[in-house]
């Protein structure tokens, strides 16, 4: 742009010299035509025709005339070039500018071109995970409504069942009672045709004696009560001898379960016992306090994950063989602490009441981690075996393992064969029901739930323990974890409870394996009575009894155990 106006300047110029030669010219022509002198300015000029107009012109003017149209000549070749080369700078600069226009737009279009397909893209996209949402919540509501549809089925299944567990019971009874008084009906039958019979025999002996002495009468006479006492029993139906059979071990169950609780009350007395002895001695009271909730801190302390707990158990060793090495005394007897009949022996006490401590934050930890993360269980129930199973703390080889069983008869009698009705306070009680804190109201159906779960899962911990590679012999074996499905199968049908069933799943659940590892095949069998038949015996329209039969679809669907 600064080329051309430099040039238009210039050419400006040169058209004002221009100007003036014609107006030299015409000038002259003018003088030519007149032949006139004119001045201007003080100038004075005289004009002659020039060789072309008249001979009057002198040289000079004629000179000057050729040389104006001379210039004039270059002027317009010049000007013409310069208007030449302005107007094809013009069309360059016009054919640059359509050119960025056309570039311009061209960008345009294909920036517009490629936002309409974003556009487009990002409606498909939305579109899309529309769809997929749709899809989604439409799968799920199709799941709810077969979850839906399970669960009616399961729970009219279950209704079904039990209404056919009723009509079967009502059938048998009628049938035991059919029975039962055909059986009076023939023993009556039989004990009057043996009257009879004695009553004929009486007769005719009689007869032959009639006429013996009256002594002789007199014994005759007296011979057909005597025949009737000598009269054989009916051998007592089978029936009878199993529920004789099931009485005898209910009574024996009971009978332990009573020695267990008597244990707990000598822990109890034990408590009152050491604090009267830390009044005595100054060290013992500075000593045992610290102990204690190093013992209960250091179980809270436990987690899941294999050597994540040295820690802990490291200083519960610890704690317990500085109770029983540096505080031998004072001692209390070993009798009041082990459920079986042993000798006379001494043990230190503090060692006990620690103990103790042990075991209670081992059942606290059942029942408030357990509960809600059943696999807390199993780390929590290998650390408290094991120093159950210590010779450091074993008397005359006796390990005092029943302390933390004395806990379980308490807090879950069910696990021991213990049963009753949850509707009374005597049957709550018995089943291990709590009350809320100051002896108030019963916990609520959940937390009881809650409870039982975690100490099943506990229990399960405790006696599924293998000690095959270790040189320590086994507190607990696993023979109790048959023991106690056992007693809990075979619960009187009218006494299972959802105490029973919640209780039940918690043994199962995440111990099968091991189950089965001990007991091989009559654990799968154990399994499938558990699992199957046992539901069925459960109260009308039990969830407890739904949710252990999923237990056994899970097993089935996760871990291909087929029952």
Avoid at 86 to 108: D, F, G, M
Wanted: aromatic share 6%.
């Amino acid at each position: 742009m600064l080329g051309v106006l430099g040039s238009s300047d210039r050419l400006e110029g040169t058209r004002k010299g221009m100007l003036l030669g014609k107006t030299l010219l015409r000038s002259e022509a003018q003088q030519g035509e007149d032949g006139e002198e004119k001045t201007k300015d003080g100038w004075e000029f005289k004009f002659t025709e020039s060789p072309g107009k008249g001979a009057r012109d002198s040289p000079s003017r004629q000179l000057l005339w050729e040389l104006s149209r001379l210039a004039v000549s270059q002027q317009e070749d010049l000007y013409e070039r310069l208007d030449r080369d302005s107007r094809e700078r013009e069309a360059t600069h016009k054919s640059a500018l359509a050119e960025a226009i056309a570039r311009h737009e061209k960008v345009r279009k294909n920036a517009e071109a490629e936002r309409d397909r974003l556009e487009k893209q990002i409606q498909q996209e939305r579109e899309r995970r529309q769809e997929e949402a749709r899809m989604e919540e439409e799968r799920q509501r199709q799941n709810r409504a077969e979850e839906d549809r399970r669960l009616a089925a399961a729970r009219a299944e279950q209704v079904a069942r039990a209404e056919r567990a009723e009509r079967a019971a009502t059938e048998e009874r009628n049938a035991k009672t059919a029975r039962q008084e055909g059986e009076k009906k023939r023993r009556e039958a039989e004990a009057a045709k043996a009257k009879k019979a004695q009553e004929a025999e009486a007769r005719n002996v009689a007869e032959k004696e009639r006429k013996s002495k009256e002594e002789a009468a007199a014994a005759a006479s007296s011979r057909p009560s005597v025949i009737a006492q000598m009269q054989p029993a009916t051998s007592q139906p089978k029936q009878l001898q199993s529920d004789q059979i099931q009485h005898t071990s209910h009574a024996r169950r009971e009978a332990e379960h009573r020695r267990y609780l008597e244990i707990h009350r000598n822990l109890k007395e034990l408590r009152v016992f050491m604090d009267q002895q830390t009044k005595q001695d100054a060290r013992l009271k500075s000593r045992m306090g610290d102990m204690r909730r190093k013992v209960r801190k250091s179980v809270g302390q436990i987690i899941e994950g294999r050597g994540k707990n040295e820690t802990p158990q490291r200083a519960i060793l610890a704690t317990l063989k500085e109770a029983k090495n540096d505080f031998p005394q004072p001692t209390v007897g070993l009798a009041g602490f082990v459920a079986l009949p042993v000798p006379e022996a001494q043990v230190p006490a503090l060692l006990v009441y620690l103990l103790n401590q042990f075991a209670k934050a081992v059942v606290s930890q059942f029942i408030n981690e357990a509960a809600v993360a059943p696999k807390i269980a199993d780390p929590v129930g290998t650390i408290a075996i094991s120093m159950f199973a210590k010779d450091d703390f074993r008397v005359q080889g006796l390990s005092l393992m029943d302390i933390l069983i004395a806990k379980f008869h308490v807090v879950c009698p069910p696990l021991f064969g213990i049963y009753g009705d949850e509707k009374t306070t005597e049957g709550r009680t018995r089943l291990g029901w709590r009350r809320e804190e100051g002896g108030g109201a019963w916990i609520s159906e959940r937390s009881h739930q809650d409870r039982m779960s975690g100490l099943g899962a506990g229990y399960a911990a405790l006696s599924l323990r293998s000690f095959e590679k270790s040189a320590m012999s086994n507190p607990y074996p696993p023979h109790h974890y048959w023991q106690a499905l056992s007693v809990i199968l075979n619960v009187p049908a009218g006494q299972v409870t959802d105490t029973h069933l919640y209780l039940l799943r918690a043994l199962l659940m995440n111990s099968e394996a091991r189950f089965m590892e001990f007991f091989g095949d009559a654990a799968k069998k154990l399994l499938r009575i558990a699992m199957v038949d046992y539901p069925q015996r459960a109260p009308k329209g039990s969830v407890a009894a739904v949710v252990l039969e999923t237990l056994g679809a899970t097993m089935k669907r996760d871990k291909k155990l087929y029952l």
